[in-house]
Every structure is written in C-alpha cells, then in structure tokens.
T-cell receptor
Framework: DAGVTQSPTHLIKTRGQHVTLRCSPISGHKSVSWYQQVLGQGPQFIFQYYEKEERGRGNFPDRFSARQFPNYSSELNVNALLLGDSALYLC????????????FGPGTRLTVT | DQQVKQNSPSLSVQEGRISILNCDYTNSMFDYFLWYKKYPAEGPTFLISISSIKDKNEDGRFTVFLNKSAKHLSLHIVPSQPGDSAVYFCAASSGAGSYQLTFGKGTKLSVIP
C-alpha cells in the first residue's frame, strides 16, 4: 500500500507570495493533519481535518489555511509568505484522527527568499 | 514556552551498547507519550508509546520508561545498531484519543560501528 504522499518535494518562493502544498493520505484514512518543522525544532501542529471539517488548529496566523477534499486529500495554503515560513511541512494521515495511529509523509521543504 | 523538552541535541553510542534518550514535559494535562524516529528526507516514523497509567512499555529492543512525578520519560535502545542512527522525537498529547501532538526538538543519535 502507498504511504502518505506529499507534493511538491521542494519549492522556493519569494516573500509576499502565496503557496499551496498538497497531501494524499493513506487509502481509507479520513483524517489529515499538518505540521510545520522549522530547522532545529520539532514539528509544530498547524491543523487537523477529519471528514472534510477542521477539527483543530494550532497557534498559527490566519495566513495559514487548509481544506480537505471529498477524496480526503488535503491542501495547505499560506498567503503573504514570510522568511520565517521557511520550514519542512509535514502531513500525517490517520483513520480516525487520533495521535495513536498517525502516519507521516516525507514532507515538503519550503524555502522563502 | 517548550512544553516538551529534549535537552540533548545529540548522542553518540557504540554499536551493541545501550542508548538512552531523555525527555521532560511541563504540561500536567499530557498523559500519552510517543517516540518517533526520523531519517533524513523521510517523515517521522512511530516507534513506541506509553500511557500515563503505565510506567514502562517494551517493544523488542525499545523500552520507554515514564516517571510521572518527575514529568520525565526515557527511551532505551538495547543493543544499539548502526541502523538506529536517526533523529528521535519525543511527543506528548492529552490522551490517546487526542488529535494534536506536541513535539520536542529532537535528539540526533549516532551509533558508531
């Protein structure tokens, strides 16, 4: 079975631009969570979506938004990019959304210049 | 304020010896703890977990110990193998049914052949 997939693998953006990151969960999983991992830090929770509805949100500004599609894939959108948004963005999927059974994708490395 | 702390950024151990990775937490609401292993260019992979109703959990070469009064947990790897070389993250949540993980900064383990 395919694991969690994320695209693109890497991308470079300029300050002020907008970016969209994509995640496809494991087949049968209805929940997607997004985490931001800044260099030298642990992953930090951004959002969780379950059955296409936002279940929780971490301490991130409104420039960060996400959505989940009927096929349970998800997009993370970040507007008005700042240098501090440079990070590895991780997506995790699970069947029920609980931390007990979250599987992480390889991440998207975003560099903002 | 870091609610989950891994104070050792790195650890080097000889192959065959014991590796001990430590983690402290400050939030009394945390009652479910997980360890993840992360190789470069891959997402974190679940290793082992422990609920606060236990003080020890074993899975093969991996054992996690929890000291609730000290708000401290540790991961023991015996015997250590070169393939164990990775970054290890300690994570915590308020219950196994929770959807949000709070991670430490990670400890980079190097197992020397």
């Amino acid at each position: 079975d395919a694991g969690v997939t994320q695209s693109p693998t890497h991308l470079i953006k300029t300050r002020g631009q907008h970016v969209t990151l994509r995640c496809s969960p494991i087949s049968g999983h209805k929940s997607v969570s997004w985490y931001q991992q800044v260099l030298g830090q642990g992953p930090q929770f951004i959002f969780q979506y379950y059955e296409k509805e936002e279940r929780g949100r971490g301490n991130f500004p409104d420039r960060f938004s996400a959505r989940q599609f009927p096929n349970y894939s998800s997009e993370l959108n970040v507007n008005a990019l700042l240098l501090g948004d440079s990070a590895l963005y991780l997506c995790a999927s699970s069947e029920t959304g609980t931390v007990y059974e979250q599987y992480f994708g390889p991440g998207t490395r975003l560099t903002v210049t | 304020d870091q609610q989950v702390k891994q104070n050792s950024p790195s650890l080097s151990v000889q192959e065959g010896r014991i590796s001990i990775l430590n983690c402290d937490y400050t939030n009394s609401m945390f009652d479910y703890f997980l360890w993840y292993k992360k190789y470069p260019a891959e997402g974190p992979t679940f290793l082992i977990s422990i609920s606060s109703i236990k003080d020890k959990n074993e899975d093969g070469r991996f054992t996690v110990f929890l000291n609730k009064s000290a708000k401290h947990l540790s991961l023991h790897i015996v015997p250590s193998q070169p393939g164990d070389s990775a970054v290890y993250f300690c994570a915590a949540s308020s219950g196994a049914g929770s959807y949000q993980l709070t991670f430490g900064k990670g400890t980079k383990l190097s197992v020397i052949p």
